[in-house]
């Protein structure tokens, strides 16, 4: 894996957890729990599909692997970040709180990652089949 | 199976397999809240991938213009059918502001996710 490479996915992890972070930062300004809930899920989920589309769009193989490696590093990026920002006092969060009201919206991430690798790995497949 | 046919059935799936998830777990709603909005995102987006997935399968071409269809065909299906549910009285019944806030708006997901997967397969 080459050292551009790398730095596209941890760049692209970061920015997974920069927008979804600034959105739900104004929505809970807002003080509505419901706008929140919407506002996290949808931000990470939309987010997780475009920089997993720019991603995808460059490789040409092992698609699944791709996905997996995505899913693991945007995770652990994400959660990385958060905690720093709970540590510092930027997040009123405790940390009880967040691991169980913010990081399982975080799954939707190696949902969509993944499933984008093994649709590719299909799609792949039926058009080799078909040219085949 | 004619392709407007399964793309409907599929909008139908899309709306269904969610609000099935939603029966089973509306207790956590109370108890454990945030966990219920972590779930109901995650199995709408797998939902959305699988079926968007067996969708775009049987196409030669213009899969990013059919993703896009798709989308906004399975979101207007999902929100028609809740509305039906939601809006007249009825254990369920909210108003249209609520349902558009608690549950309307998360399915714009699914127009994103079909998009994304249709512009994926029109690349290879």
Known sequence: ?132 | MNKNLKLVLFGFLVWLIPFLVSFVVFPLKETMRPLFESIMPLVLTVTVIVLAYYYLKDLDADFAKEGIIAGVVWFIISIIIDLALFLPASPMQMSFADYIMDIGLTYVMIPVITTGMGYLAQNL
């Open chain 1, 1 to 132: 894996m080459d050292f551009k490479k790398i730095l596209e996915i941890i760049g692209f992890g970061f920015i997974v957890w920069l927008i979804p972070t600034i959105v739900t930062y104004f929505a809970s300004d807002a003080g509505s729990v419901q706008l929140y809930d919407f506002t996290a899920s949808v931000a990470i989920g939309g987010s997780a599909v475009v920089l997993s589309y720019i991603y995808f769009k460059d490789i040409t193989s092992h698609f699944v692997r791709e996905g997996v490696i995505l899913a693991i590093v945007w995770v652990l990026i994400t959660i990385v970040l958060d905690v720093v920002l709970i540590y510092l006092g930027i997040s009123k969060t405790s940390l009880i709180e967040y691991a169980v009201t913010i990081v399982p919206l975080y799954v939707i991430i190696p949902a969509i990652t993944i499933g984008f690798g093994l649709y590719l790995d299909q799609m792949v497949a039926n058009v080799s089949i078909y040219e085949g």
